[in-house]
């Protein structure tokens, strides 16, 4: 069996990358979803549809269908998102996905009780991805390149920054209750990005409970930069509708999950001047999400996220997905 190798490279990856202390450290990437927005961000073990092209092109093996994922951020006050993902399989054993996302972000100056932290009048960025993967016995391996554009204008100065990022995924079900998955991500930033060269993540999903299956999870994400930073990040999923009551009236999923995470969010850094949320502490999520399918092979999801800590406290993000 490979899974057995595999399984005890993570392991020993996930041990030797616990963290330290975080100070000012960098999120991977935004939630692509409503659904990774309230489970302390992606999982690089658990899909969420489509939008695994940016965070674990491995996990595009779970796909049984060709997909197109549209996501928009609907109540996210003066923040603006969108995402568009689309994975598609060309066999059996091979996956091609394809993505991308835009932020808008006008932010002011934050106090988190200890000190202040420079907020700019404005920040956009521009995401485009573009993954493979591919699907062995036992485990699945996947790579991706993505672009990122980003513009910043403190006052009406505008600043520009820019990032290529390679990265290579992991996605294994060691058995039926457990599922792991690992990324390592490469970059090569430009002026306002100000991000790591390597960054390393892993997480763990396992259903404690076999009777109830997918219906209860708990997940574990681990992410260490190649400047010592790391953030550690844990959440519930449950489900409380039967599998017998699911699809009779076009209901797909109903989902309750709570998780917290080390708020340590940097996203760009410019000499003497910083811009990030609440540094070094942590924020708690709570969310529901409904999945309803109203029509053949077309499902259309909404999320809501409670974030306890961090701005904007109320999210509500609309996902629809498109599988034929």
Not at 131 to 152: I, K, P, T, V
Not at 164 to 183: A, I, Q, R, T, Y
Not at 204 to 229: A, H, I, N, T
Request: hydrophobic share 40%; net charge neutral; glycine share 12%.
């Amino acid at each position: 069996m490979y899974w057995k190798p595999v399984s005890g490279l993570f392991v020993l990856l996930f041990l030797a990358l616990s963290p330290g202390q975080s100070g000012d450290g960098l999120s991977s990437a935004p939630s692509f979803d409503g659904f990774a927005q309230a489970i302390g961000g992606p999982n690089e073990a658990f899909s969420t549809g489509a939008g695994d092209v940016f965070i674990n092109p491995a996990l595009m093996s779970t796909a049984r269908n060709t997909e197109i994922q549209f996501s928009n951020l609907i109540n996210g006050h003066d923040v603006q998102f969108f995402s568009t993902a689309l994975v598609w399989p060309l066999s059996e054993k091979q996956f091609f996905g394809v993505g991308l996302f835009g932020l808008n972000v006008p932010v002011g100056e934050q106090y988190d009780g200890r000190d202040y932290s420079l907020q700019y009048d404005n920040t956009f960025s521009f995401n485009m991805n573009i993954s493979y993967g591919y699907r062995f016995r036992d485990f699945s391996l996947g790579a991706s390149l993505e672009y990122a554009s980003s513009q910043l204008y403190p006052g009406n100065i505008m600043v520009r920054g820019s990032e290529v990022e390679g990265s290579l995924g992991l996605f294994s079900d060691v058995d039926p209750s457990l599922k792991l998955g690992m990324v390592l991500r490469m970059r090569n930033a430009h002026s306002t990005l100000g991000s790591p060269a390597f960054q390393w993540g892993g997480s763990v999903v396992w259903q404690p409970f076999k009777v109830m299956g997918e219906r209860l999870q708990v997940l574990f994400s681990l992410r260490r930069d190649s400047d010592g930073r790391g953030d550690l990040s844990y959440a519930l999923v449950f489900n409380p509708l039967p599998k017998k009551m699911l699809n009779e009236r076009g209901v797909k999923s109903l989902s309750f999950r709570g998780g917290t995470a080390n708020n340590n969010v940097i996203f760009f850094n410019i000499p003497g001047r910083r811009q990030g949320f609440y540094n070094d502490s942590n924020a708690g999520l709570v969310g529901v999400g409904l999945e309803l399918m109203p029509i053949y092979k077309i499902e259309l999801g909404i999320n809501y996220c409670y974030q306890f800590n961090e701005l904007p406290q109320n999210i509500t993000m609309l996902t629809t997905r498109f599988s034929f």
